[in-house]
């Protein structure tokens, strides 16, 4: 069974409950982007998606990317998908008008990717970086780059990659060694090797401009050190580049997406930006980038849970346990099952919950691009630094994770390739690696954004939080005590890493599950304040994130409480554990 | 890097902690096994698994099993590995000296079984079943069948497998429809098509013994209505029995085990034991069976830990926080920051409390097989019926989410398969779902074992717990505090689930992991109470276990309250949710 949009879904989360064209209506570039045109591109994209994209999923696993000599050849299907895409416009959906984009909101773009993701992680690999890198060149590169490459960027008619790992420069990037060399004639010459390149070398496109961090001959050692530099694969003369494909990694999954070794020797590229401010033009596309992550991880568990939902429908095995004392003639479905009931419906409460943040988010994305009050603006940016890490996190922890939980509703069936399912837990793990990992974004969260200043921006967030919904649904009450233990606990900590410089560095990953856990809670009672939210398709995986999800929060306090405790205890000791 | 067998961490727990040699002296079948004995096998077992069975592992995976024209080849050197393992006679370690073998305790295969699937999942499934068919020829077969058939089970001359799953009957085996229809000369006839048969068909012996479960013609519907046929693929006059492999799946992992279905065309077999007691004797070998997975567990988490830490040990990223504000020359080994610490640490706890925990209940199969005092072979039997699902879900769990944390410690490497670490999450997947998926694991303990007797077994285990560790240890009167909580908890379970007929279907799964969580601590105050645990190697995942495993403890608790509390209200209700 191939992955199916459910547009219906996505549309009463987008208007239903978060009201995105009267947000965009108060953006002037969205002013005419009206609910009936969300609705057109959402539908159009869903069908776009289940035709040409979902039926290539298992062919992009089975067959994957092949490597010989140089080249890589994708699998079948690919090639052709990939050209309808940008030729039907939908790379460019985002993009602004003057580089030849239609200029919608970014949320729109979100929805697509959440599709996409879903349909086809390792397909989607491919324009996954396109508008990170349009962005970038937008607001980085010089005119003349620009002119040179941003519309064919923003079109998607060449594909784009991000160049930052080397073998041993990983979350550390200040170890990168790859050098720039300027030419005389403004140009510079980059050499070194870049590893686990998504999409370093394909046949989807002709050209492949590849953003490549590396040191000028003058840098300082670390990651100030570090410039960014485009480099085509084909020269503005047509001539090949010097960069060469050395092979591609063998991976758990993801077959779809090369994952390449690129030797630059010696290749030709142009400065973006100043020197040594390399990884600040990398870090604009970083929030976007970060989200499209979490958006994968909603639509990999969406797509996970399609198929366990079907099989657990058809499947029989047992009488399902009744209060009611009837007797079903034969075995039940197993989706009357409680221990299935419980996996299906936890799995839909943090795909619609992460639903509801995620477009929040891109609906934020979207006000801090243009919306005309600054401090709106400011406080778009403040959500989208806080939110994003988190997101990210748990998302894909929870799509690796829900797979998993779905691969068990087929028991052995769901260890065999013919159903599709383990491919998914398999593909969706790397979503937990890339982009930062995992314990990188709580780090991020906590040592970065709430501990520098305080908690300020934290706590503003989450009293902007504790004043929505706007009417009180049944379990706002418990909600809005959680946001508040969580503004204590984050208040607590800030002055517990203040007496113990490394106790932050062991309670981050517990901290950031915290916020996530009390934010999915925020999202639900969302969807409960929203009309049309009574029926079973939304109070099941209500009811699953209290019984089953929330409970998690007080484990995730406990946690940290304990940790600053001992952490009390031990000041003026060297004890680091 | 192979796995290696850490033969000092595997003596310390069973000689140190469990005193295997002294519990092992009141049994006169091994009144002999001294301690020297013992680890001379673990050692001789130890050397023998890294020399053979490791390099192995890759090949396993990369070549895996082929299939052409009903026939299987094994992965290289898989044949070659399994004959010497045979000719060794590691198969016959633990079969009775009357049947050609050694007459060692179950707890010396137990430790062999650990090591062999640390090193080698899907080799080690073709001798898996061994033991198990064993004790059912022994314990059911005719003595005519048993002269055939058991000498050479017994020395693994032979090979053996289950043959329960149908398409349609996985969980559900009363709906089995395999036939076996009684001839004259007192063979049966067995027709019909068998699934997910682990060895069904493979090159790595002569012979293989199949054990199908199959309903005789005038036999009742359901679990109650089966029969066991042995149904060999040659037959004793050397001709081919019409025992056919169709196909071999494709699977997530455990590519080095063929995973068959199996068609019986009228296939001569044998009937094992009384007609329509097929399951019973089949359950003969079921706590064994699972007892073997749970090892599997741990061995693989031991596995997935070895390589995650050794990658830690020589990466460097970043500098580690300090809490000695001393500064480091570059980046450190990722093993010194807080996140891949807790990683490690983390799975330590699980491998070596696991270990207390499956080698005491191997003694215990021991005891109960041997002991002369018949209350104490009681007190055995229980301990195995109620120890054995909860260490089969809990180390199962722990084996694909731990190594899915370990995969996590190398960052981008861990998704290439050049580690091998991926692969050990592929492999582990499975031990989640066969012999008996984790689901029906929970429902055995809460519904089978604790409900019938109102938890009476259940304290009575507790109980004798709360007597060990022999000396107070440091954490003892927290543990000894969650036994008694976890006692009255199983008691309100009891009554609530009196009154609420589909209560116990909600709460399995937290009820088991509130045990295995609870008994993990218990095994830890075990170590701790032990001579030489004081060092580094064993307080750190000690330490790991208070700050990160223990609190899963009140959130199952409080998950379990909270619903009975929601049964409670609902009582009279027809509401299930």
């Not at 045109?37 to 869903?46: C, N, S, T, V, Y």
């Not at 039926?55 to 079948?76: I, K, M, N, Y």
């Not at 619609?352 to 778009?380: K, M, N, W």
Request: one cysteine or more.
């Amino acid at each position: 069974m191939d992955y199916q949009p459910r547009t219906d879904d996505i549309a009463a989360l987008l208007f239903g409950v978060l009201d995105a064209p009267q947000q965009l209506g108060a953006l002037p570039a969205h002013a005419d982007t009206d609910g009936a045109l969300m609705r057109q591109i959402i539908d159009e994209g869903g069908r776009f998606v289940a035709e040409r994209i979902a039926p290539l999923q298992r062919t992009g696993d089975e067959t994957g990317c092949r490597f010989e000599a140089g080249q890589v050849q994708s699998p079948p299907g690919f090639r052709d998908a990939y050209q309808a895409y940008w030729q039907a416009g939908w790379p460019a959906l985002a993009c602004a008008p003057e580089h030849g984009g239609q200029g919608l909101p970014l949320v729109m773009e979100a929805v697509l990717y959440e599709m996409l993701s879903a349909a086809n992680h390792g397909w989607t690999m491919a324009p996954g970086l396109l508008h990170g890198a349009y962005d970038c060149l937008r607001h980085h590169a010089s005119a003349e780059l620009r002119e040179r490459y941003l519309p064919r960027v923003a079109s998607g008619e060449w594909l784009a990659t991000m160049c930052l790992t080397e073998s041993h420069a990983g979350s550390d990037l200040g170890l990168v060694r790859t050098r720039a060399t300027p030419q005389a004639d403004g140009s510079y010459r980059v050499a070194g090797t870049k590893i686990f390149i998504s999409g370093g070398e394909h046949d989807l496109t002709d050209n492949i401009v590849h953003l490549v961090l590396a040191r000028l001959p003058d840098a300082p050692a670390g990651p100030k050190g570090l410039s960014l530099v485009l480099v085509p694969k084909v020269l503005p003369d047509g001539r090949r580049n010097t960069v060469v494909c050395e092979r591609i990694e063998e991976k758990m999954g993801l077959h779809g997406s090369p994952t390449c070794v690129m030797r630059f020797d010696d290749a030709c590229g142009w400065l973006i930006g100043e020197p040594q401010r390399g990884l600040a033009a990398m870090f604009v596309m970083m929030n976007a980038a970060r989200l499209h992550v979490a958006l994968q991880g909603v639509g990999l568990l969406e797509a996970a849970w399609q198929k366990a939902d079907a099989y657990a429908q058809e499947r029989r095995q047992m009488r399902a346990p009744r209060t009611d004392g009837s007797a079903g003639a034969g075995p039940d479905p197993i989706a009357l099952h409680p221990a299935m009931r419980r996996i299906l419906d936890t799995q839909r409460a943090w795909i619609d919950g992460g639903r509801v943040l995620a477009y929040h988010t891109a609906l934020e994305l979207d006000i801090a691009q243009s919306h005309p009050d600054t401090a709106r603006r400011d406080a778009a940016q403040r959500w989208c630094a806080l939110v994003t890490p988190v997101l990210k996190t748990a998302c894909t922890h929870q799509a690796f994770h829900g797979a998993s939980e779905c691969l068990q509703v087929f028991g052995g069936h769901g260890y065999v390739r013919e159903w599709g399912i383990e491919q998914i837990v398999r593909d969706s793990r790397v979503a937990m690696i890339y982009e930062g990992t995992n314990e990188i974004q709580a780090i991020d969260l906590l040592v970065r954004k709430v501990l520098p200043d305080g908690a300020a921006a934290l706590c503003a967030l989450l009293d902007t939080m504790a004043q929505e919904p706007p009417r009180q649904s049944r379990g706002f009450t418990a909600m809005h005590q959680r946001l508040a233990r969580l503004r204590a606990l984050a208040q607590d900590v800030v002055a517990a890493c203040h007496r113990d410089g490394t106790l932050a560095y062991w309670i981050a990953d517990d901290f950031l599950r915290a916020v996530a856990i009390a934010w999915l809670d925020w999202a639900w009672e969302q969807i409960a304040a929203a009309p049309a939210s009574g029926g079973e398709r939304w109070t099941a995986p209500a009811q699953a994130l209290q019984s089953w999800v929330l409970p998690e929060f007080d484990m995730r306090h406990a946690i940290i409480t304990q940790r600053m405790g001992r952490a009390a205890q031990a000041t003026g000791t060297h004890d680091v554990r």
